[in-house]
């Protein structure tokens, strides 16, 4: 889109005055400006003046737009190259991949248990002698499709070695003596706080810093017991709000809270700063998706070719090797040497080395892997050749996955009652949503169906994981959909229900 708007600032300003716009053209020129209104990318003082210019020029055809009109959307776009180019600029490495694994999240988990902790502790820190207990722990469930707090855990915990609280201790949380006194072991906690937790399936751990999820291990080898979070995942929030951007170093929670614009509820105790730093989140996951937006708008402004190259790519290493007159091997491997030096006999198919390690490094899906010795590349999935048998690790998720369709697509799935691999020889799934939902729009209206895969896991229905994070079954039967999801302009998975023959009715 940006490119777009920076080629309307010269095709206006060179426009004829009095001159009215073709149909399609001005079409154009608006859906450019509700763009800058709408995008989350751009200040809140740029989208208020782009919203202005779109209510001005609303009901009226471009024969009708003063030279004033025409001045005013020549600034506006020149103002959002600018202001694009700023937040791009921002963008580094790090913070691009903090976003794509954060973002992430909320399609592999159904909740996040944030958690947080109170520990014995005393006013010298020097004091090595001192062994930190936890003393208190509070968790705040997050829904992740809304990332509301749906369910909070607290509960008060007796130490076994230091007994008595340090009177900087009793300050600093304002937990009494006789709170610990009333207080049920670790042990005992720990036991209730993991069948709390096992209320809700599918579950990541996450807390301010890596302390908590330390000081819960280190409790649990004291009990000699297992840690109640032992089986889960953990993330480290602080760092992710770090490599997002909002913040450098030096800073605690209640700064965080304060950069996104919320108050800070009671501080040092267990239950309100779990709530405060589960708070964060929806700010996070924002940061993350604007990020996102904008890396894409980015590569779109410098990736036709090697897209338009990657697609020719793409069709020799997976389907008609033999067109660029050369050969695979049962791993999908292929000599680069005859493969560049074939496609150089057709001028308009050329690929050079250089355009091909950047074609590889530059490739949004990963596609492709060369070698570790650069003599050979290959595709590392969707083949239809049935000689190529990829050695894909066995895995058994335990997170959602899901395949992207289009409506089109959707039917014949639903007639078959199956996603089949049809030429592939696998069937492709994907834990990042706006991945499938970028596949589904290929072809179409984008649909995106949510793949049971712990059902698939009990089954006993083998799933793969290719080198380049894609997930690959043979076939997928419907009774092993848990959701399908039409509109995808939506925020939420769309209502409905299951009948007791496991077949989806759609509300």
Same mark, same amino acid.
């Given at each position: 889109?940006?490119?777009?708007?920076?080629?309307?600032?010269?095709?206006?300003?060179?426009?004829?005055?009095?001159?009215?716009?073709?149909?399609?053209?001005?079409?154009?020129?608006?859906?450019?400006?509700?763009?800058?209104?709408?995008?989350?990318?751009?200040?809140?003082?740029?989208?208020?003046?782009?919203?202005?210019?779109?209510?001005?020029?609303?009901?009226?055809?471009?024969?009708?737009?003063?030279?004033?009109?025409?001045?005013?959307?020549?600034?506006?776009?020149?103002?959002?190259?600018?202001?694009? /180019?700023?937040?791009? $600029?921002? *963008?580094? @490495?790090?913070?691009?991949?903090?976003? +794509?694994? =954060? #973002? !992430?999240?909320?399609?592999?988990?159904?909740?996040?248990?944030?958690?947080?902790?109170?520990?014995?502790?005393?006013?010298?820190?020097?004091?090595?002698?001192?062994?930190?207990?936890?003393?208190?722990?509070?968790?705040?469930?997050?829904?992740?499709?809304?990332?509301?707090?749906?369910?909070?855990?607290?509960?008060?915990?007796?130490?076994?070695?230091?007994?008595?609280?340090?009177?900087?201790?009793?300050?600093?949380?304002?937990?009494?003596?006789?709170?610990?006194?009333?207080?049920?072991?670790?042990?005992?906690?720990?036991?209730?706080?993991?069948?709390?937790?096992?209320?809700?399936?599918?579950?990541?751990?996450?807390?301010?810093?890596?302390?908590?999820?330390?000081?819960?291990?280190?409790?649990?080898?004291? /009990?000699?017991?297992? $840690?109640? *979070?032992? @089986?889960?995942?953990?993330?480290?929030? +602080?760092? =992710? #709000? !770090?490599?997002?951007?909002?913040?450098?170093?030096?800073?605690?929670?209640?700064?965080?809270?304060?950069?996104?614009?919320?108050?800070?509820?009671?501080?040092?105790?267990?239950?309100?700063?779990?709530?405060?730093?589960?708070?964060?989140?929806?700010?996070?996951?924002?940061?993350?998706?604007?990020?996102?937006?904008?890396?894409?708008?980015?590569?779109?402004?410098?990736?036709?070719?090697?897209?338009?190259?990657?697609?020719?790519?793409?069709?020799?290493?997976?389907?008609?090797?033999?067109?660029?007159?050369?050969?695979?091997?049962?791993?999908?491997?292929?000599?680069?040497?005859?493969?560049?030096?074939?496609?150089?006999?057709?001028?308009?198919?050329?690929?050079?080395?250089?355009?091909?390690?950047?074609?590889?490094?530059?490739?949004?899906?990963?596609?492709?892997?060369?070698?570790?010795?650069?003599?050979?590349?290959?595709?590392?999935?969707?083949?239809?050749?049935?000689?190529?048998?990829?050695?894909?690790?066995?895995?058994?998720?335990?997170?959602?996955?899901?395949?992207?369709?289009?409506?089109?697509?959707?039917?014949?799935?639903?007639?078959?009652?199956?996603?089949?691999?049809?030429?592939?020889?696998?069937?492709?799934?994907?834990?990042?949503?706006?991945?499938?939902?970028?596949?589904?729009?290929?072809?179409?209206?984008?649909?995106?169906?949510?793949?049971?895969?712990?059902?698939?896991?009990?089954?006993?229905?083998?799933?793969?994981?290719?080198?380049?994070?894609?997930?690959?079954?043979?076939?997928?039967?419907?009774?092993?959909?848990?959701?399908?999801?039409?509109?995808?302009?939506?925020?939420?998975?769309?209502?409905?229900?299951?009948?007791?023959?496991?077949?989806?009715?759609?509300?």
């Amino acid at each position: 889109m940006i490119k777009k708007i920076t080629g309307w600032i010269e095709a206006l300003e060179s426009k004829k005055p009095n001159k009215a716009l073709k149909t399609t053209h001005e079409r154009s020129v608006k859906r450019c400006i509700d763009y800058c209104a709408t995008h989350r990318g751009f200040s809140s003082e740029f989208n208020n003046a782009a919203h202005k210019l779109q209510n001005e020029i609303e009901n009226r055809s471009s024969d009708n737009w003063t030279i004033d009109t025409y001045e005013k959307i020549i600034n506006l776009f020149k103002s959002s190259t600018k202001e694009i /180019n700023d937040s791009v $600029s921002l *963008i580094t @490495n790090e913070s691009l991949s903090a976003a +794509k694994s =954060f #973002f !992430k999240l909320r399609n592999k988990y159904d909740y996040f248990f944030v958690v947080d902790l109170e520990m014995t502790c005393t006013e010298d820190r020097t004091d090595k002698q001192f062994l930190m207990e936890t003393i208190e722990i509070g968790c705040a469930v997050v829904d992740s499709n809304n990332l509301k707090i749906i369910s909070t855990f607290k509960s008060f915990v007796k130490p076994s070695k230091n007994k008595t609280l340090t009177p900087f201790c009793k300050k600093l949380t304002n937990i009494s003596q006789d709170d610990i006194n009333k207080a049920d072991d670790f042990t005992t906690v720990s036991q209730n706080f993991k069948v709390y937790l096992s209320q809700f399936q599918n579950g990541l751990f996450m807390a301010w810093g890596s302390g908590d999820d330390k000081q819960l291990k280190q409790d649990a080898k004291l /009990n000699t017991i297992d $840690s109640p *979070i032992e @089986n889960l995942d953990n993330l480290n929030l +602080k760092t =992710f #709000f !770090k490599n997002l951007g909002f913040s450098g170093k030096g800073f605690g929670l209640k700064k965080a809270l304060n950069i996104v614009g919320l108050e800070q509820g009671e501080a040092h105790r267990a239950l309100s700063d779990a709530i405060n730093t589960a708070k964060l989140l929806p700010a996070m996951f924002e940061k993350a998706e604007i990020f996102l937006d904008e890396s894409d708008s980015l590569k779109y402004l410098n990736t036709k070719t090697i897209n338009s190259k990657g697609r020719l790519l793409t069709f020799i290493l997976r389907h008609k090797p033999e067109d660029a007159g050369v050969t695979l091997n049962d791993q999908g491997w292929c000599d680069i040497e005859p493969l560049l030096k074939n496609l150089k006999k057709g001028q308009q198919n050329k690929i050079t080395l250089n355009e091909l390690f950047e074609l590889v490094e530059n490739d949004d899906e990963s596609r492709f892997q060369i070698s570790p010795d650069g003599k050979e590349i290959r595709c590392l999935q969707g083949h239809s050749l049935s000689y190529v048998k990829i050695d894909f690790v066995t895995v058994k998720p335990e997170f959602n996955l899901f395949h992207g369709t289009s409506d089109v697509g959707i039917k014949g799935i639903m007639n078959d009652k199956s996603i089949k691999r049809m030429s592939r020889n696998f069937v492709q799934l994907t834990d990042d949503i706006r991945k499938a939902k970028k596949i589904g729009a290929r072809h179409g209206s984008p649909v995106i169906i949510k793949i049971d895969t712990r059902s698939m896991n009990r089954d006993n229905i083998a799933i793969f994981k290719s080198e380049n994070g894609v997930f690959l079954t043979n076939n997928v039967p419907a009774m092993y959909f848990s959701e399908i999801k039409y509109n995808i302009a939506d925020e939420y998975w769309p209502p409905q229900k299951k009948e007791a023959n496991n077949q989806l009715v759609y509300i």
